[in-house]
């Protein structure tokens, strides 16, 4: 499996609800990312992790909570989120933390 | 903190042509250089990247340059074709480093006119 793949592709949810993007390789990648990208602008760096250790939180509002179970899952859990926090979201893994990154499709999230 | 400056922000070619598309980084110790390609509503696709250990690497129609001196970096795809036609984002980061950021610039929409 060389491929990193992501659930759900589209998600809707208001802004009390909570809900949880998902994240998985199979690669032996010991590092994973969590992107979160606007229309015409490039990704922007949310969290990594390496060896299942948070290792860069970029100053994201705690109503995003990442989480690591194990060396292939990713989760973002999401929680009293705002209309602005629509984006697309995506994760991304690489051997170690700053070897070649390869990216998931991606979740689109729309917040109402 | 790294800054990637990406130029031009669109790119309007002819099928055949060459398009080139720019980048400059400010921190000299950025040693890891990747190129990504994204369609619409797509994923960022790595197409080529270098290390600052080599000045020129070429896949098929696809090419990097890197001048380290002057801090800058370019994409120079060659016999565009309108498949070529995506958003391109340069990247600049520290390769093994503790920091795990990738500096993305702004991106660059090349489109390929048939």
């Known amino acids: 499996d060389t491929e990193v793949t992501q659930t759900p592709k589209h998600l809707v949810m208001g802004m009390t609800n909570k809900k949880s993007l998902k994240c998985e390789q199979h690669m032996g990648h010991r590092a994973m990312y969590w992107y979160k990208q606007k229309a015409k602008k490039p990704p922007e760096l949310m969290f990594v992790?390496?060896?299942?250790?948070?290792?860069i939180n970029e100053s994201v509002p705690s109503r995003f909570s990442p989480e690591c179970p194990n060396s292939s899952l990713l989760n973002l859990h999401l929680h009293a989120l705002q209309p602005e926090d629509s984006a697309l979201y995506l994760c991304?893994?690489?051997?170690?933390?700053?070897?070649?990154?390869?990216f998931g499709p991606g979740t689109r999230l729309t917040v109402l | 903190g790294e800054n990637v400056e990406q130029h031009p922000s669109t790119l309007s070619v002819q099928e055949g042509d060459s398009a080139v598309i720019k980048c400059t980084y400010s921190?000299?110790?950025?040693?890891?250089f990747p190129w990504y390609k994204q369609e619409l509503g797509k994923r960022p696709q790595l197409i080529i990247d270098?290390?600052?250990?080599?000045g020129e690497k070429k896949d098929q129609r696809i090419a990097v340059t890197l001048n380290k001196t002057a801090k800058h970096f370019s994409l120079h795809i060659t016999e565009t074709q309108p498949e070529d036609s995506a958003v391109y984002f340069c990247a600049a980061s520290l390769y093994g480093g503790s920091q795990g950021n990738l500096i993305f610039g702004k991106g660059t929409k090349l489109s390929v006119k048939p």
């Open positions: 270098i290390r600052s250990n080599v």
């Open positions: 921190d000299s110790a950025s040693n890891y």
């Open positions: 991304a893994s690489s051997r170690q933390i700053l070897a070649t990154q390869y």
């Open positions: 992790y390496s060896y299942e250790k948070l290792s």
